[in-house]
Every structure is written in structure tokens, then in C-alpha cells.
């Protein structure tokens, strides 16, 4: 009689440690791919085409003499945009230095001014530079330098 009544307590306790053992073996699982997973989720660093700054004289209503010394850093979605921007970075420069002759000293002055040109920059840099050109992931045109005087 004393072993039937042993039998169930013993088989419920087994039962509990194959339940915690079972818990704790997919608890270690869960945090080890949780964290795996995290990391694998870590955005990379955009890829950005440096433009050194250009110093060009700028148009002044009142006929002054204004300069404005800017550079620019080309915000790209991949490395194959970056890679085939490199080599016209001085054909990009020669460009720059026209759009930025022809801007108004006063309006640079500006926050709107300055998201104005920011924009006829991007624009710019979205031009085709060779025909054929391959499709190019430009995402933005940020701003290293910019002092107006």
C-alpha cells in the first residue's frame, strides 16, 4: 500500500523538474536569439560623399562684397551610389560653384534660405552625370560648412 501512494508524488515531482528544466531551457533560448537578433538590427552608418568647401562671392542687393564658404556631405542609400559618385566629385564641385554664385547674400541669411539652396543642391546632385548613368540612391545633401560674410 505504501507504494501506490508513493507513486504519484513521484511522478508529479518528476513531472514539475521536467517543467522547470523545460522553462528554463526556453527562457536561455529566447534572451540567446533576442539578443542575437538585436544586434543584427543595428542600422549601419549612412554612406556619404564628401564635398570640400567651396568659397565662391556672392550677389548682394546692395552691390557688397559677400562671401559664402560651404561644404557639403552627400547623404547615399549604398555603397554602389558612393562608389560611382567618388569620381565626379570635381564635375559635382564645378557645378556647385555656378549655383552658388548665383544666390542672394540676404536670403542665405535665412533658415528657408538655407533649406532652399539645400534643396536646388539636391536637385543638382540628382542630375544625370554620364550617359548611360545606373540608377543612384541619393537621399539628401547635409551641410558641413556654411559661414556667409
Avoid: C
Avoid at 566629385?89 to 548665383?102: A, C, D, I, M, Y
Avoid at 535665412?110 to 540612391?137: D, I, N, Y
Amino acid at each position: 500500500m505504501s507504494t501506490t501512494r508513493k507513486t504519484p508524488w513521484l511522478l508529479m515531482s518528476l513531472f514539475i523538474l521536467l517543467m522547470a528544466a523545460g522553462s528554463a531551457a526556453g527562457t536561455w533560448y529566447y534572451f540567446n536569439n533576442v539578443e542575437r537578433s538585436e544586434a543584427a538590427k543595428v542600422p549601419e552608418a549612412p554612406a556619404m560623399v564628401n564635398i570640400a568647401p567651396l568659397t565662391v562671392n556672392l550677389q548682394s542687393a546692395q552691390h557688397e562684397q559677400r562671401l559664402l564658404y560651404a561644404g557639403f556631405a552627400i547623404s547615399v542609400g549604398n555603397k554602389a551610389t558612393q562608389d560611382f559618385l567618388q569620381p565626379y566629385v570635381p564635375q559635382l564641385r564645378s557645378e556647385l560653384f555656378k549655383l552658388l554664385g548665383e544666390q542672394d547674400s540676404s536670403q542665405l541669411m535665412t533658415s528657408e534660405g538655407k533649406t532652399a539652396l539645400a534643396a536646388k543642391v539636391l536637385t543638382l546632385v540628382r542630375k544625370p552625370l554620364t550617359t548611360p548613368q545606373p540608377e543612384l540612391s541619393i537621399l539628401d545633401v547635409l551641410y558641413t560648412d556654411f559661414i556667409v560674410q
